[in-house]
């Protein structure tokens, strides 16, 4: 009898631990995916959004991909966010990746992945920033909305060796940004400042990062922008129509970021067309436009499925070889068909 397929658990401990341990590859292994998807090795559907009418901030997301090259894998994320967590200390997003193998479909393990899905985001964030920067790793970093995803992206800046002279902070929640200074002087030792106004925040940052938890655009004023400054905006939905149209935008992919009422989306309504998108990031990475010092760059990744493949592809490996994965014996006890 030939041995059933096997399927393995992978904890969000042992996820962490093989992140941490194999940053470098990680980082690889995202850009990897941004170049396959852009080559078409890969297939991402639409994300499907499970909404609730009575608990209208809420939403779990599944997220179907599958990547190609030496991956070959497929799966699916499906992700939680609730945001009305934080009250009870409890992280807004919660997430499983399955992984499939491509060859004969059967699920090939359950990794945890609510890191995975911040890594991948936070990993791309640094990728994008270090080549739309015009002096990249240098300059006054300034960040809105500082949860996880914050956290998570200054982990990968500081991993990818930059050096903020200063990093100004606002969240609505000001326990938020004093929470978040005290880890950046700990971590770091890293010169902070908490902002009492988003204004002083944009206007003073030359790398800024939008990780809020925003669903309409609330940022409206040109001239906050008016010292070109580089902008993550990886929350999607901060930044007015205007803003938009009057800067260079790059996207992880154009067909996925213009839906879902991101800022994106909202400029297409506004204009009827997508000539404002200046590129994907890939675009960029093999120098095939030139980017604007006169006007913001502005990375508005919608965050693809094949990441999180790339991403969990990579932790499974790592984690099966330091015996940190977890087999689960005849998981697929039926798979013989006589
Ligand atoms: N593009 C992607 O690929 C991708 C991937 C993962 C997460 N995200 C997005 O990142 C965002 C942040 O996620 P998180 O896990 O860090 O959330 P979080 O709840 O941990 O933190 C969000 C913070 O933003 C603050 N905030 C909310 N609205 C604000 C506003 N208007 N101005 C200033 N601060 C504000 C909150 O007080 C909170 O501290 C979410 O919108 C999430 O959907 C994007």
Not at 160 to 180: S, Y
Not at 229 to 244: A, C, F, N
Not at 291 to 317: H, M, S, W
Request: with cysteine; glycine share 6%; hydrophobic share 45%.
């Amino acid at each position: 009898m030939s041995q059933p397929p096997e399927f393995y658990g992978v904890p969000g401990s042992a996820v962490g631990d093989v992140i941490e341990k194999n940053r470098a590859a990680v980082f690889d292994a995202v850009e990897m995916a941004y170049r396959l998807h852009a080559k078409g090795d890969s297939v991402n559907p639409d994300s499907y959004f499970l909404l609730y009418p009575d608990n209208p901030s809420a939403r779990i997301i599944a997220l179907p991909a599958h990547l190609g090259g030496s991956v070959q894998k497929s799966g699916i994320k499906w992700i939680s966010s609730f945001p009305e967590n934080r009250k009870a200390n409890l992280a807004r997003a919660s997430a499983v990746l399955i992984l499939n193998d491509a060859s004969n479909g059967y699920p090939v393990a359950c990794l945890e992945a609510s890191v995975i899905s911040a890594t991948r985001t936070a990993a791309s964030a640094a990728l994008a920033a270090e080549h739309l920067a015009p002096e990249p790793f240098t300059g006054t970093m300034g960040i809105i909305g500082t949860g996880i995803i914050a956290r998570t992206t200054v982990q990968w800046l500081m991993f990818r060796n930059w050096k903020f002279d200063k990093v100004n902070l606002f969240d609505l929640d000001k326990n938020e940004a004093e929470r978040f200074a005290g880890w950046l002087n700990s971590e770091y030792g890293l010169e902070v400042d908490i902002k009492d106004n988003l204004d002083d925040t944009l206007s003073e940052s030359s790398l800024i990062a939008f990780t809020t938890t925003s669903a309409t655009p609330y940022v409206h004023n040109i001239e906050l922008f008016a010292h070109s400054p580089t902008v993550l905006h990886l929350s999607l939905r901060d930044i007015g129509e205007k803003i938009i149209l009057s800067a260079q935008n790059f996207v992880d992919d154009v067909d996925h970021c213009v839906k879902a009422k991101t800022s994106l989306h909202l400029a297409e309504i506004m204009t009827g067309n997508r000539d404002f998108i200046d590129g994907i990031l890939v675009d960029v990475l093999e120098e095939k436009v030139s980017l604007a010092t006169d006007k913001p760059r502005i990375f508005t990744p919608f965050g693809l499925g094949v990441l999180d493949i790339a991403v969990g592809n990579l932790v499974l490996e790592k984690a099966r070889e330091s015996g940190q994965a977890t087999l689960m014996p005849n998981f697929f006890s039926h798979s013989e068909r006589w």
